[in-house]
C-alpha cells in the first residue's frame, strides 16, 4: 500500500507533463494570420513611419499579455521589415505627455470603446480623434497606425488518459491588428491571429509565437509590397 501511495503522485506528474507536452506541440510551428480585411486603396509605398498604438484588449485584460504584446510586436517588426521606420508605443506615449496632446489619445480610447471593430480601428473616428492622428503626423512624421486588441480566455476540459479523467485548463489569446492610413482616414488591412498553450506553461511563450507569427508573415501574399 505504501508503494503505491508513493507511485499515484508520480503517475500524475508524468500525466501532467504529457498533457501539457501536446498542448503546447502546436507553438513549434509558425502560424499564418487570418486576413480579415484589404481595402482598395492600399499603397504601403506612401508609407515610411508607422506608430504603434497601445495595446487594446476586449474582456478582461492581462496586464502582462498587454506589454508583451507591445514590446513583441515593435521588436518583432523592426526586425522583419525595413520599409518602414517603427515607431513603439512607448515612445508614443512619451511624446504624447511632452506634446501635450493627452487629451486627443483619451478621445482616441473612448472612440475606441464606443465604436470597438476588430483591430481597434474604426471608420467612426471623431474629429477630436482625428486631429490627435493629425497632430501625430505632423509632430512626429507618422503616416500609419498600427492598432492592436486581443481576447484573452480561458477553456477547461477533462482528457482521459489510461481510464483516468485529468482536468487540463488552456490558455486562448486571439489577437487582432489593423494598419490605419492616417491622410486618408482608411483602415487599409485588419488580420487576425488565434493560438493556444497549456495553462502551466510560461504566457511568454504564447505571446512571444504571435508576436512572431504575425511579423514573419507582414509582407507576404497581398501584402507583398510591404
Known amino acids: 500500500m505504501k508503494a503505491l501511495r508513493t507511485v499515484i503522485p508520480l503517475l500524475f506528474v508524468s500525466i501532467t ?14 502560424a499564418k494570420p487570418q486576413e480579415l480585411y484589404r481595402s482598395p486603396q492600399l499603397d504601403f509605398t506612401k508609407v515610411e513611419k508607422c506608430g504603434v498604438i497601445p495595446v487594446n484588449n476586449y474582456g478582461t485584460e492581462v496586464p502582462e499579455v498587454t506589454d508583451l504584446l507591445a514590446s513583441g510586436l515593435y521588436n518583432d517588426l523592426k526586425q522583419s521589415q525595413k520599409a518602414w521606420e517603427v515607431v513603439s508605443a512607448e515612445d508614443i506615449l512619451r511624446k504624447i505627455n511632452d506634446l501635450g496632446i493627452a487629451r486627443g489619445y483619451q478621445n482616441y480610447i473612448a472612440d475606441l470603446n464606443t465604436f470597438a471593430t476588430a483591430g481597434g480601428a474604426t471608420p467612426l473616428f471623431t474629429s477630436e480623434t482625428q486631429k490627435f492622428f493629425e497632430d501625430l503626423k505632423k509632430k512626429m512624421g507618422i503616416e500609419a497606425l498600427l492598432f492592436t486588441s486581443y481576447n484573452y480566455n480561458e477553456q477547461e476540459s477533462l482528457k482521459d488518459f489510461l481510464g483516468l479523467k485529468i482536468k487540463n485548463t488552456t490558455r ?5 491588428t489593423a494598419i490605419y492610413d492616417i491622410s486618408s482616414k482608411r483602415t487599409w488591412w485588419v488580420a487576425r491571429i488565434s493560438m493556444q498553450q497549456d495553462a502551466s506553461d510560461p504566457i511568454q511563450n504564447l505571446v512571444n509565437s ?3 507569427a504575425f511579423s514573419q508573415n507582414f509582407g507576404k501574399g497581398t501584402l507583398r509590397q510591404l
Do not use: G, K, Q
Not at 19 to 30: K, P
Not at 172 to 176: G, I, S
Open 17 to 30: 507533463f504529457l498533457l501539457s507536452s501536446c498542448a503546447t506541440s502546436n507553438l513549434s510551428e509558425i
Open 210 to 212: 504571435i508576436t512572431l
Open 172 to 176: 486562448v489569446v486571439t489577437v487582432y
